[in-house]
């Protein structure tokens, strides 16, 4: 099973940049497919983005493709999210996944395929 913890968030201006790291436990991590989910207040959990467990495929959501970049170094067992240009609208809380399906990772982007979940971090844009 594996265990996950969030870093990297806080309060930023427009404009500006913030990594996340979501380092992992667990002897199963490289082989995991990972995500990025964020959920503000009031809406439903919003994919962000998700990475193979090679690092070789990566994967967006259309609002945040170009903005921000998914990584991870199996070495260290940690993912990554690095986000610039932030905007106000990117302020939620952010979480990172493990994906519950070694085969089939057809539904990176659909939240109840993960199956393991950080408790998130805040990340906060002001205009």
């Known amino acids: 099973q594996v265990q996950l913890v969030e870093s990297g968030g806080g309060l930023v201006q427009a404009g500006g940049s913030l990594r996340l790291s979501c380092a992992a436990s667990?002897?199963?991590?490289?082989?995991?497919?990972m995500g990025w989910f964020r959920q503000a207040p009031g809406k439903e959990r919003e994919f962000v983005a998700a990475i193979s467990w090679t690092g070789s495929s990566t994967y967006y959501s259309d609002s945040m493709k170009g903005r921000f970049t998914i990584s991870r170094d199996n070495a260290k067992n940690t993912v990554y999210l690095q986000m610039n240009t932030l905007k106000p609208e990117d302020t939620a809380v952010y979480y990172c996944?493990?994906?519950?399906?070694?085969?089939?990772?057809?539904?990176?982007?659909?939240?109840?395929?993960?199956?393991?979940w950080g408790q998130g971090t805040q990340v906060t844009v002001s205009s």
């Open positions: 996944a493990a994906y519950g399906d070694y085969y089939n990772i057809d539904y990176y982007y659909d939240p109840k395929k993960y199956n393991v």
């Open positions: 667990g002897r199963t991590f490289t082989s995991v497919t």
